[in-house]
């Protein structure tokens, strides 16, 4: 039950927001009493703070399952990575992020800075790999890129308030960093490689 509940709970969060998303629409939803429902979950946040894990560890996990399927190629790697990331928080009602910068700080200090990690984890790995294909320049700091990038998505890229003051959808502008991130890391080699997949790219954020 601990599952369902939970499972419930994060579609409800995610469609509507942490504040719209009642306990008692919850337990509706499951058909089941709230008392049923506190029984597994004393609080709210306790509520979130679970569905929280859920989604990060489920989100961590497919994301090295899109790793080992593009081991080879450091390029697709990082385009399927950055596809898939951008697809599921896509999916995401806009104010739950508004939420969580304001109004749910136990909830902000967990679920930020575990993106932040995610995304600097596979920055990393995937700088290392392109630097050993020879696609990825050498003189790369990889110790600030993940760091700086993880920022630079989080803060900027997917926030709908820039998108408004730049006048472009947030699926461009997310693409357009993408392909501006690549092009910076490359070599000659990689860039050239590059070039084959610049186009698929944007086409994949296209609406």
């Known amino acids: ?19 719209t998303t009642t306990m ?15 029984e597994y979950f004393d609080s709210k946040d306790t509520l979130i703070a679970a569905c929280a894990d859920s989604f990060l ?3 961590e996990r497919e994301l090295e399952t899109l790793r ?8 697709l790697s990082m385009t399927a990575t950055a596809s898939y990331a951008y697809q ?6 806009p104010i739950l992020f508004k939420e969580l910068r304001r109004l749910l700080p136990p909830a902000r200090a967990q679920v930020i800075p575990r993106i932040q990690k995610l995304i600097t984890h596979h920055l990393s790995r995937s700088l ?8 990825f ?3 790369l700091p990889v110790d600030l890129l ?3 990038v993880s920022y630079a998505i989080l803060h900027i890229v997917l926030n709908s308030d820039f998108a408004q003051q730049v006048n472009r959808p947030v699926a461009e502008i997310y693409a357009e960093t993408l392909l501006l991130l690549l092009h910076s890391f490359c070599s000659e080699k990689g860039r050239n490689l590059l070039e084959t997949y610049r186009h698929s790219i944007r086409k994949a954020y296209a609406k």
Do not use: C
């Open 1 to 19: 039950m601990r599952d369902t509940i939970i499972e419930t709970a994060q579609r409800l969060f995610l469609q509507q927001g942490l504040r």
């Open 24 to 38: 008692d629409q919850i337990a509706e939803s499951l058909g089941i009493s709230k008392k049923t429902l506190y």
């Open 57 to 59: 560890t489920r989100m």
């Open 68 to 75: 080992s399927q593009h081991s080879e190629n450091v390029l």
């Open 88 to 93: 599921v928080l896509a999916s995401i009602n």
């Open 128 to 135: 290392e790999e392109g630097i050993r294909q020879g696609i």
């Open 137 to 139: 320049r050498p003189d």
């Open 146 to 148: 993940p760091l700086w």
